[in-house]
């Protein structure tokens, strides 16, 4: 935020495949076919920038003039949602081994499952308004530091040993006939 107001460098739309805008005669809109890794919205056809602002313009209840599309972009990524979440789970499991040399491998599946779902939750919060203040916005959509070093020690308190450990506690604690004392 820079003086109470947003700034944002570039507003992305992001799609695992090429984006095709078919041809439209009674728009006059050319076929075209956005293949570059990243395409600035000011590079699509004109009647096409228009129909888009008007979308935003109706869905906003917004004046058509006050719609800017100069920081609009699309990106092609080829990463599926599915590789995505796979990469960030590794990602995490790199960080948590570093961080926490005390935390076990099959604890890190939980703990991102665990984030992903509280970051879910707090994403889909509909309550603020659309010009709600930061403060606001942090507070019901954000995830604090605190949320994920609790959710975390929370998962190395209750993870549970691997069989082959408790097997061996077992041996060692328990002879044919008696328990140790």
């Not at 935003?56 to 990106?75: G, N, Q, R, T, Y």
């Not at 099959?106 to 010009?131: G, H």
């Amino acid at each position: 935020m820079k003086d109470g107001k947003w700034v944002i460098e570039e507003l992305g739309l992001i799609t695992s495949c090429v984006l095709k805008i078919p041809y439209s005669k009674e728009d006059g809109i050319p076929k075209q076919i956005l293949n570059s890794e990243k395409t600035a919205f000011s590079k699509i056809d004109v009647a096409t920038q228009e129909r888009v602002k008007q979308k935003i313009s109706e869905a906003l209840s917004i004046p058509i003039d006050k719609v800017d599309l100069s920081k609009f972009v699309h990106m092609r990524t080829m990463l599926s949602i599915a590789k995505h979440r796979d990469i960030a789970e590794q990602h995490l499991s790199e960080f948590l081994l570093k961080s926490y040399p005390n935390i076990t491998l099959n604890m890190a599946k939980p703990i991102f499952n665990t984030l992903v779902e509280l970051m879910s939750e707090r994403q889909s919060y509909e309550a603020l308004s659309d010009d709600a203040d930061f403060g606001s916005v942090r507070k019901y959509k954000g995830v604090s530091k605190n949320d994920f070093t609790r959710i975390i020690d929370a998962a190395m308190l209750v993870c549970i040993p691997p069989l082959e450990d408790i097997v061996f506690v077992f041996a060692i604690l328990y002879r044919p006939g008696r328990w140790l004392e």
